[in-house]
């Protein structure tokens, strides 16, 4: 396998020090956003760390710009060995005052921008037999409350991703999904829902978070060098993943009470 990687929402946080993490050891990255400034810092960045590459604006709601992107990778590097998809949106409300539209722009970046980008880089990375590398979430797994579009997206993330798992070995493509909890990044700037003090509830976990998006794009190079189809980064989500397996009663009275004293903060506020 050749050193090329291609990494949507490239342009700040988690997109942006995956970039980093794999620059250091040399590779060649193609990097996508709609934030050209901040594509331009992350590509400055990427060359002092060691690596190099282009930037591209993409906007991944666009099948066109995402096949585009795809023809620029084969034009400029030569083909492409791993995918990560990770450019995506925050957004959060209780499902009744959820807008169809906040759903369908969820689900239109976060769940079928997904779905287009890999259908777009196929080609590419069954030339090189490479990897496909989706970011989820740990919403995608644990489904809390107040973020039913978020949850219902992550999970089509992880859904999409088993079945590439399946469908795509006889190829020798590798496919791996991610699911960090929160961290610290710059998510909400993204963030869109009914209300400012939900957004608000959710940027405090965010700031109390003890990982960073740098420590997460770490783990992810360990899990990918090994083989790992599942990624849970935080150790308190792994523990709640086995917890979920082996006894998910407990963790869905825990989730309806949580739900309880969110609308109980919320009535308050």
């Known amino acids: 396998m050749q050193n090329r990687m291609m990494v949507t929402g490239a342009g700040s946080g988690l997109g942006r020090e995956i970039a980093l993490r794999w620059a250091r050891e040399g590779w060649q990255l193609a990097l996508a956003d709609i934030n050209d400034k901040g594509l331009a810092e992350t590509l400055?960045?990427?060359?002092?760390?060691?690596?190099?590459?282009?930037?591209?604006?993409?906007?991944?709601?666009d099948y066109s710009q995402l096949t585009a992107f795809a023809q620029a990778?084969?034009?400029?590097?030569?083909?492409?060995?791993?995918?990560?998809?990770?450019?995506?949106?925050?957004?959060?409300?209780?499902?009744?005052?959820?807008?169809?539209?906040?759903?369908d722009w969820q689900i239109s970046i976060n769940l079928m921008g997904v779905v287009k980008s890999a259908k777009a880089f196929l080609p590419l990375i069954e030339k090189s037999?490479?990897?496909?590398?989706?970011?989820?979430?740990?919403?995608?797994?644990?489904?809390?409350?107040?973020?039913s579009n978020y949850?219902?997206?992550?999970?089509g993330v992880v859904a999409l991703s088993?079945?590439?798992?399946?469908?795509?070995?006889?190829k020798g493509v590798s496919v791996h999904v991610v699911c960090p909890s929160f961290f610290q990044t710059n998510l909400l700037?993204?963030?869109?829902?009914?209300t400012t003090s939900m957004k608000s509830q959710f940027s405090k976990l965010l700031e109390s978070s003890p990982i960073s998006a740098a420590d997460i794009a770490d783990y992810m190079y360990q899990c990918i060098e090994k083989g790992d189809f599942m990624i849970l980064?935080?150790?308190?989500?792994?523990?709640?993943?086995?917890?979920?397996q082996t006894n998910p009663q407990a963790l869905y009275d825990e989730m309806e009470q949580m739900g309880l004293r969110m609308r109980a903060k919320m009535s308050q506020n």
Not at 44 to 61: I, L, N, P, S
Not at 129 to 147: E, F, W
């Open 44 to 61: 400055a960045m990427v060359r002092e760390a060691g690596g190099d590459g282009f930037t591209q604006r993409c906007d991944v709601r």
């Open 73 to 103: 990778c084969e034009v400029k590097l030569g083909g492409i060995d791993v995918i990560v998809n990770n450019a995506g949106v925050a957004g959060g409300g209780f499902f009744e005052e959820l807008s169809l539209e906040d759903w």
């Open 129 to 147: 037999q490479g990897r496909i590398v989706n970011i989820a979430s740990m919403a995608a797994l644990m489904q809390g409350p107040a973020m």
């Open 151 to 155: 949850n219902v997206a992550k999970a």
């Open 162 to 170: 088993e079945s590439l798992l399946a469908e795509l070995k006889p």
């Open 189 to 194: 700037d993204s963030y869109r829902g009914p």
């Open 233 to 244: 980064p935080h150790e308190q989500s792994r523990a709640a993943w086995a917890l979920k």
